[in-house]
DNA sequence: CAAAGCATCCAAAGCGCTTTGAATTTCTCA
DNA sequence: TGAGAAATTCAAAGCGCTTTGGATGCTTTG
């Protein structure tokens, strides 16, 4: 059935019909009330393409994941970030589109998804340090918003971040008031901006008590449970091991948390482990008494805040651009306790 | 730049400049040279909403995820999926749009997909016994693919399966063949299809031994971590604990896991611990010797797969029906071994 | 009571593409 | 060389919707 179908059925222009299902006043509500009943009879829901074709909006927003070639994975951290943008989709009337791509072509999805106008609108994941997207985004004039920031970038665009510095250095702080000296940080990738930051967080609690930086207390890869399984156990071999780790994705501390184990180390006794926790729905942080003890903030939140912030711009070109900085919660589980005392 | 400026450039007709860059025959090969070079200097990409009204095809597929309310959760499976149904979209121009949604309202958007055009195919999700989405989406005339099969539904569709029953069976005699007399299952939501098909599994390989089954052993819900913990540790609660766990997957394996490391057992020598393996990137089961003893199948492997029959199916909607029986490897690692004697 | 205003409704153009049917040009080869 | 075939190109219709710019009839109001 479609807008032609319709009319005729009605005896009325195809004008009225459109209007009248669009919500427009230059119809009566007797008529409306017609035609509103004679559409949901014959199932009527209008041709998304021809819509689009007419009103220039595609009424879908982009996202697209990166692919590396050569860690080819998809962060389960974005699963639940979709979810939480999917709501607000759905109670939006937006489709969600999804490009999964080699990280070479990610600026040629982006030029397609504006000249093809296959997107009304991106949101932008991962960003990096010095992030090139921002610029080519501005400059293709496709609306985004960012999940993060990009540290070195300085025109003004949307975004919504976890105070990862803070969070890090709060992290530390309680660590090293626990008595721990050596505190080894698993992060995610560096050139990641979150993991930039979060470094910087775990460095300003270590300069604020006048303390060096030991580089073989650092890690940096793609945060998968194998990693902190294989960075923890290396930190421990060396001769001065760490007492206590930082650890930037509870996937990564369950890589953590099986090294120690496999040692015959109890966490929160013999070692120490602080958790960035995303709030995964399958993975939990515990059910009453956290597991580990985190710095948390949940990502499908943000994907619920990011695209309504989305939508809104899209909506409204002309309103200002927004910023919005969250704070985490440190909540103490039971994965922290004093440094034990060489004895 | 559209069809009609990029016409204008040339000196030719829409017609000619629309046949030269869909690779139609009747052009000559000069001008289609030409054609392509100046399209390609103006960045010219047709817009996907004309083409598709003209063409009366979207490009595009979908994936509805049901998000219920009472667990509302994205399964991280999924994320690997798409990871895999990805790579095929990008390299056959397909877009893939995803629907977040409540599962009451899973039948309003099939066919909404369908009546608005919004995608030329759907791979279907997660299905359960008798599910009622097959019979939907034949009546609405909506290619599809299923990600497993449906038990209790007759019809002829095109799927996709890993040998659900063949694996668990193989992996319960594995145990039984260790010695093990009392394992207990932890397994998926039953309503699911899979999950049913694994219970077969396990009752198979009982019944063939002449062993009763003890529903004290038996545990079903949302596949998290927290459920493989708490299963674990009610059923290691029991007066007639197991000593083995055969688990539906690795995310809940972590769980069981973690039970096993509270109470000081050690897995593979106290407790033995079967999983299934869905080899998903962020979470691999070790490096080199496997962390779990596990029944494997790649779900980025079933997404490709999967993705690459819709396509085939969308573009000859003549051919044959497809079904795909995948066998999965049982591989050891180091979370099995004999029981123990109650010495 | 005529003119103005208002509420309703409609015809037709246009969004950017594909494709049909026809026109034009270029080849072939008797 | 010229007619028919083949190759190349084009004008225009059509995909299903929105929206502009009227039309039409009814109600007010001076």
Do not use: C
Request: aromatic share 6%; charged share 25%; glycine share 8%.
């Amino acid at each position: 059935m479609n807008l032609k179908g319709l009319s005729e059925i009605l005896g009325l222009s195809q004008t009225t019909v459109s209007r009248a299902l669009n919500g427009y006043p230059e119809v009566s509500e007797t008529t409306r009330k017609k035609i509103l009943a004679v559409a949901a009879e014959h199932n009527y829901s209008p041709n998304a393409r021809a819509k689009g074709l007419a009103t220039g909006r595609s009424n879908a927003i982009g996202h697209v994941i990166p692919n590396a070639t050569q860690h080819e994975m998809v962060n389960p951290i974005f699963g639940d970030f979709i979810a939480g943008a999917g709501e607000v989709y759905a109670a939006n009337n937006y489709e969600m589109v999804l490009s999964i791509v080699a990280d070479v072509d990610e600026e040629k999805v982006y030029r397609a998804f504006k000249t093809r106008g296959t997107v009304d609108g991106v949101i932008l994941h991962g960003p990096k340090m010095n992030d090139t997207r921002i610029a080519l985004l501005e400059e293709i004039g496709l609306p985004f918003v960012v999940h993060g920031r990009a540290s070195g970038i300085d025109s003004d665009y949307s975004w919504l971040d976890v105070n990862n510095r803070s969070a890090f250095r709060r992290a530390t702080d309680f660590l090293l008031d626990l008595g721990h000296r050596r505190i080894g940080l698993i992060n995610g990738l560096e050139t990641m901006d979150f993991a930039y930051r979060r470094r910087r967080g775990y460095e300003d609690a270590l300069t604020a008590r006048s303390m060096s930086l030991d580089t073989d207390l650092l890690r940096t890869d793609e945060m998968t449970e194998g990693f902190g399984y294989s960075s923890t156990t290396e930190m421990l071999n060396q001769p001065n091991p760490p007492t206590a780790f930082l650890v930037s994705s509870i996937i990564s501390a369950l890589g953590v948390r099986r090294a120690l184990e496999e040692r015959g180390l109890q966490m929160g006794r013999d070692v120490s482990v602080i958790t960035f926790d995303d709030g995964l729905s399958y993975l939990a942080n515990g059910a009453d008494v956290p597991i580990f003890t985190a710095t948390r903030s949940s990502v499908r939140d943000a994907g619920r805040a990011l695209s309504e912030m989305l939508v809104a711009q899209i909506n409204n070109p002309d309103a200002p651009l927004q910023k919005r900085l969250l704070e985490v919660e440190l909540t103490v589980g039971r994965s922290t306790g004093p440094a034990p005392t060489s004895a």
